[in-house]
């Protein structure tokens, strides 16, 4: 292939990127986590340096993306069905931050922190107001998915960064500690709010099995990631906020990881019935890293709760799960390989 080729096939795939590519980031540096929990340090680094790898090269190709298309993500931004995937950037920004906080740099989660939090509070209010109101098609409702989750876990990925970098800086411990609570508390009752719209969606409009994707995953991992944050906040030095809120946080989580658990058959059956039953087809997709993120999330979030509460069995499911994300995590990044070979180097192959 000359190179002229490759340049124009890479800036197409530039053009079509998609919003939640993220995932990539947030499923390699949860997975990550994880590892390091069970003492696994130095398998840990494996994904960590993916992780790494494919955050500043998906920053590179986003700026690339709002230079040279505006237009593709103006249009992005617009579908309800695609535009929460962009909250991917902040999560996966914290959850990148936190793993570099366990590994020693909590000056660089700081930075990160910081850099999600201000893209949070923005976006927060943009991404829907553009995705909700900038659409034309009505109604909204139908194009709901299971990607608005992904809105919670941006919203809990800062309440667990600001959380691991308490200890760190005890002088604005105060500050920190708020952060964290309040993202919590935004991301739980958002969580209730996504949960009443995707399952009305359900309910009330044709259910293709086409349309149960990936990212329906990620109902499991807002839950889970919404125990993490919960659990550190638990831990956290007491302080005013924390004190006003330990007791309620700590019977929430519970609730949430026991909703999490239920949720995990009912994903699985969901996935039987779409490949199994209606033959579609699977084959690498970026959505994949749907499924990588909520499985590690939720290995981490229940070894955390269980020394958190003092739950054994919850540490235990953990102690197993992670390593079931970790091999989710191998096959969906061979699988990327391959794709990225065989569409960018070898077409047509």
């Given at each position: 292939?000359?190179?002229?080729?490759?340049?124009?096939?890479?800036?197409?795939?530039?053009?079509?990127?998609?919003?939640?590519y993220f995932a990539l980031v947030m499923g390699s540096g949860?997975?990550?986590?994880?590892?390091?929990?069970?003492?696994?340090?130095?398998?840990?680094?494996?994904?960590?340096?993916?992780?790494?790898?494919?955050?500043?090269?998906?920053?590179?190709?986003?700026?690339?993306?709002?230079?040279?298309?505006?237009?593709?993500?103006?249009?992005?931004?617009?579908?309800?069905?695609?535009?929460?995937?962009?909250?991917?950037?902040?999560?996966?920004?914290?959850?990148?931050?936190?793993?570099?906080?366990?590994?020693?740099?909590?000056?660089?989660?700081?930075?990160?922190?910081?850099?999600?939090?201000?893209?949070?509070?923005?976006?927060?209010?943009?991404?829907?107001?553009?995705?909700?109101?900038?659409?034309?098609?009505?109604?909204?409702?139908?194009?709901?998915?299971?990607?608005?989750?992904?809105?919670?876990?941006?919203?809990?990925?800062?309440?667990?960064?600001?959380?691991?970098?308490?200890?760190?800086?005890?002088?604005?411990?105060?500050?920190?500690?708020?952060?964290?609570?309040?993202?919590?508390?935004?991301?739980?009752?958002?969580?209730?709010?996504?949960?009443?719209?995707?399952?009305?969606?359900?309910?009330?409009?044709?259910?293709?099995?086409?349309?149960?994707?990936?990212?329906?995953?990620?109902?499991?991992?807002?839950?889970?990631?919404?125990?993490?944050?919960?659990?550190?906040?638990?831990?956290?030095?007491?302080?005013?906020?924390?004190?006003?809120?330990?007791?309620?946080?700590?019977?929430?989580?519970?609730?949430?990881?026991?909703?999490?658990?239920?949720?995990?058959?009912?994903?699985?059956?969901?996935?039987?019935?779409?490949?199994?039953?209606?033959?579609?087809?699977?084959?690498?997709?970026?959505?994949?890293?749907?499924?990588?993120?909520?499985?590690?999330?939720?290995?981490?979030?229940?070894?955390?709760?269980?020394?958190?509460?003092?739950?054994?069995?919850?540490?235990?499911?953990?102690?197993?799960?992670?390593?079931?994300?970790?091999?989710?995590?191998?096959?969906?990044?061979?699988?990327?390989?391959?794709?990225?070979?065989?569409?960018?180097?070898?077409?047509?192959?």
């Open positions: 292939m000359t190179s002229g080729a490759l340049s124009v096939r890479l800036d197409e795939g530039v053009r079509s990127l998609a919003p939640h949860i997975v990550s986590v994880g590892l390091t929990q069970h003492g696994q340090v130095a398998l840990s680094w494996v994904p960590l340096a993916v992780g790494a790898l494919a955050y500043a090269v998906l920053v590179v190709l986003n700026v690339w993306r709002v230079v040279r298309h505006r237009e593709a993500v103006l249009e992005d931004v617009t579908d309800p069905a695609r535009a929460f995937g962009f909250f991917t950037f902040i999560a996966g920004t914290n959850v990148l931050g936190v793993r570099l906080a366990i590994a020693g740099r909590p000056e660089v989660t700081l930075v990160l922190l910081v850099l999600a939090a201000v893209t949070w509070i923005v976006s927060g209010y943009l991404v829907p107001w553009m995705a909700l109101l900038g659409h034309r098609r009505r109604p909204v409702l139908a194009q709901a998915n299971g990607s608005w989750f992904i809105w919670i876990v941006a919203s809990q990925s800062v309440a667990t960064a600001a959380a691991v970098l308490e200890p760190e800086f005890t002088g604005a411990r105060i500050g920190v500690a708020a952060l964290a609570i309040f993202a919590w508390s935004v991301g739980t009752f958002l969580y209730a709010a996504v949960g009443v719209v995707v399952s009305t969606r359900l309910l009330l409009y044709e259910l293709r099995a086409e349309q149960i994707t990936p990212p329906y995953w990620v109902a499991m991992g807002a839950a889970a990631i919404s125990v993490l944050a919960g659990a550190r906040i638990i831990e956290m030095q007491p302080t005013p906020m924390v004190l006003a809120t330990r007791g309620l946080i700590s019977g929430v989580v519970v609730i949430m990881w026991a909703f999490a658990t239920w949720l995990i058959p009912a994903l699985v059956a969901f996935g039987w019935w779409r490949h199994r039953r209606h033959r579609v087809m699977l084959t690498y997709d970026p959505a994949l890293w749907s499924i990588v993120f909520p499985l590690g999330m939720y290995a981490v979030a229940g070894t955390y709760l269980g020394r958190a509460d003092e739950l054994p069995l919850v540490r235990q499911v953990g102690a197993v799960m992670i390593w079931v994300a970790f091999a989710a995590w191998a096959v969906t990044f061979l699988a990327m390989l391959r794709h990225l070979l065989r569409t960018l180097l070898l077409p047509g192959r």
